[in-house]
């Protein structure tokens, strides 16, 4: 219940008592996964990274929520320019969870934040061969990946990802605007 009350006012916007009241779910039950996620999601977003990063690691590894607290983690790490440790805690988790899709996007992400675009390509190159896979091609990962490659003068790759994505996404401002800009 506590939990519950905790994610409504969380959308309204009312970290505090949200917060509040995910702390009191997990001081009663400190097993609850959800809320010790939902506090972490609460600390980040309030620009408490330190916080952040220890309620993240408070959830344990056999939690099917390890993994978006893993990502989380390396947000935040990020969020503290503790970029090295961010990296890690991702390329880790890319070698543990090689199959998930979330992970190598994440991955992506924060190579482009990094200006590490040749890294961020092979993250979204691995994202969007994962997709492929399961028939879930999407435009996003293509359009990224086409950013990290006109980034780092790989431009007939670049208009290569941007045409596909358009192919799947067909009219989207963003990559008409970036491959009219290039």
């Known amino acids: ?3 519950g009350l905790a994610s409504a006012l969380s ?5 505090r008592l949200s917060l509040f009241y995910t702390r009191l779910a997990e001081y009663l039950r400190p097993d609850f996964t959800d ?3 939902l506090s ?4 980040e977003n309030e620009e408490q990274y330190e916080l952040a990063v220890k309620a993240y690691e408070s959830i344990s590894t056999d939690s099917p929520l390890s993994r978006s607290a893993q990502i989380g ?3 935040a790490l990020y969020r503290l320019e503790e970029n090295d440790k961010a990296v890690e ?3 880790t988790l890319a070698r543990f969870e090689p199959e998930a899709v979330d992970v190598h996007l994440a991955l992506g992400d924060l190579m ?3 200006k590490r675009f040749e890294e961020g390509a092979v993250a979204y190159d691995a994202a969007i061969k994962l997709m492929a896979a399961k028939g879930r091609e999407n435009w996003v ?3 990224e990946r086409g950013i990290c490659y006109e980034r780092s003068d790989q431009w007939e790759l670049a208009e290569a990802d941007f045409r596909k994505a358009l192919e799947l996404k067909p009219d989207q401002p963003l990559v008409l605007n970036y491959l009219g800009y290039s």
């Open 40 to 43: 972490a999601e609460i600390l």
């Open 141 to 143: 990962p293509f359009y």
């Open 89 to 91: 805690a991702l390329t």
């Open 112 to 114: 482009c934040r990094l």
């Open 11 to 15: 959308q309204d916007g009312e970290a």
């Open 35 to 37: 809320a010790a996620l």
């Open 73 to 75: 983690r390396a947000e």
């Open 1 to 3: 219940a506590l939990y």
